[in-house]
């Protein structure tokens, strides 16, 4: 099984679009679209295998070795920080990083004159890391789910979080006041992987750029 090339890909829209993706370079994981509750797929043919993971565990598989590739957000990425060789942006799940305010708060601040502000985020590294830069001294509440609750309940005057339409944003009644970054879903590589099957990954890697 050593000569199989493991890759870990998180459920859902990013799984659907990788999918698609590894079709136009011959690779066919389809299998990966059925309704099984398999967790690991094998195309012994192709001498593929195929992990389905949390999001959030795709960096962790690849940094050990698990995996030899894996698709992931760049939000992911950034917060974590793992150690790992990050060779390409596939240019899909577009959306942004944002610092979000109620629309009241809004209309009167001035995010240059913020010097101790609170903010409820999934991503505590990456909003503490951009507020250090900036001089800004930040409480940090760490969430899992519905940050846009924070500032309706009182938990917290801001909240950074992921952006796609902003809807989410407008229906809760805060509003986008800066971006952090730009947020696209990208192929990573075991860094061991990438000399003990440098020709293989190089092949994938080289045919996902002709299509992104």
Request: hydrophobic share 40%; with cysteine; proline share 4%.
């Amino acid at each position: 099984m050593s000569d199989f090339l493991t890759i870990a890909i998180p459920k859902g829209r990013i799984l659907e679009e990788s999918v698609a993706l590894f079709g136009k370079i011959g690779i066919d994981c389809t299998e990966l679209l059925s309704n099984s509750r398999k967790l690991i797929f094998e195309n012994s043919e192709q001498r593929m295998r195929y992990m389905i993971v949390r999001a959030t565990d795709v960096p962790t598989y690849v940094e050990y070795g698990c995996a030899d590739l894996g698709i992931v957000g760049k939000d992911t990425l950034m917060e974590q920080e793992k150690d790992l060789y990050e060779p390409l942006d596939l240019k899909f799940g577009y959306c942004r990083m944002m610092v979000a305010e109620p629309v009241g708060l809004a209309r009167d601040d001035d995010p240059s004159s913020w010097s101790n502000i609170r903010i409820a985020t999934k991503y505590p590294n990456v909003t503490e890391k951009y507020f250090a830069g900036k001089g800004v001294q930040v409480e940090i509440i760490k969430l899992y789910g519905s940050i846009e609750l924070a500032p309706l309940v009182g938990l917290s005057e801001r909240i950074v979080d992921l952006v796609s339409t902003g809807e989410t944003l407008r229906q809760n009644g805060l509003v986008e006041v800066e971006t952090i970054a730009e947020i696209t879903t990208r192929l990573i590589v075991n860094r061991a992987s990438l000399k003990t099957k440098h020709p293989r990954i190089t092949e994938i890697i080289e045919g996902l750029e002709k299509h992104v």
